[in-house]
């Protein structure tokens, strides 16, 4: 019955889009022009791999650019909320922490980082949450850290001038 179904999706969903509006009173699916456009700002991952000396196996992992997730985030950040025209409106913006960090679990090492929106006297407005590195291990040591996500990581830190605190 599901495979009929996932098989003949594309012929039933005018159909069933039809059904839900009249059955509902309204659409129940988001427009297709919004799955479209969801993807548009996305920051692909920089992947790599290496073989790790101590357990002879190639360990994979990816990264993704600081400074480029930075500036997509937080314009994003401001078309949803609708401040990205008004100057007056995104004026309260004055500072922005990025705190990284991460955590292994479950066969992974994920990094994070954090981005913590200011106004003019400090006070927390927002903050974000994004992976920016992943390592496909099953122990997270210094070894396996420095030959993957450390590197990448670092070194976007280092050259990105948004970061301009960072050393």
């Not at 985030?73 to 309260?92: C, G, I, N, P, R």
């Not at 210094?142 to 070194?155: D, E, F, I, Q, R």
């Amino acid at each position: 019955m599901v495979n009929f179904l996932f098989a003949n999706y594309l012929s039933l969903s005018p159909i069933v889009t039809r059904y839900f509006a009249a059955e509902f009173g309204g659409c129940l699916v988001v427009p297709e022009a919004q799955i479209d456009a969801f993807g548009h700002d996305h920051v692909p991952p920089v992947p790599g791999s290496f073989k790790d000396h101590a357990t002879g196996k190639k360990i994979h992992f990816w990264t993704k650019p600081i400074a480029q997730l930075l500036e997509v985030s937080v314009f994003t950040y401001a078309q949803e909320k609708q401040v990205a025209t008004d100057k007056a409106a995104l004026s309260w913006l004055q500072s922005m922490d990025v705190v990284l960090g991460g955590d292994h679990g479950q066969g992974k090492f994920r990094s994070v980082i954090k981005i913590i929106l200011r106004d003019g006297i400090g006070k927390q407005v927002d903050s974000m949450v994004m992976k920016v590195g992943n390592i496909d291990c099953t122990k997270g040591t210094y070894g396996v850290l420095k030959s993957s996500v450390a590197g990448p990581l670092n070194k976007s830190m280092k050259e990105d001038s948004i970061l301009g605190g960072y050393n």
